[in-house]
């Protein structure tokens, strides 16, 4: 089984240099914990933002009310922009975890 994953895998587990068979996985558990932390802080912001009646300006045909317009500087969009940084993080973080993962051979 062992020669199978050798003949997959880009890199030779044997030729895995000392530094980084010591410090990735200490990596992994930092981005793993980082994830974790994230993604728990973003349900928290998903459930503090409030309903939006999406669509509803195209269907009544009203203007767009002041509030509306600076949506970005209230608390929902203090939260949203929190989602969308907190998403940016965790998937940045998920590629790096992943590619940590090659030269081990997927195993961790």
Known sequence: M???LNSLMLV???QVPDWMRDSFPIIRIVLFSIIMVCAV???IAILFQSEDAG???????V???YYSQN???SRDGKLKLLTTILAIIIFV???IYFA???PYGGQV
Not at 55 to 61: F, L, N, P, R
């Open 2 to 4: 062992n020669t199978l």
């Open 12 to 14: 030779d587990t044997t």
């Open 41 to 43: 802080i973003m349900i």
């Open 55 to 61: 669509g509803t300006d195209a269907i009544t045909g």
């Open 63 to 65: 203007k767009e009310s």
């Open 71 to 73: 949506k970005g500087s």
């Open 93 to 95: 973080c998920a590629i």
């Open 100 to 102: 940590t993962l090659i």
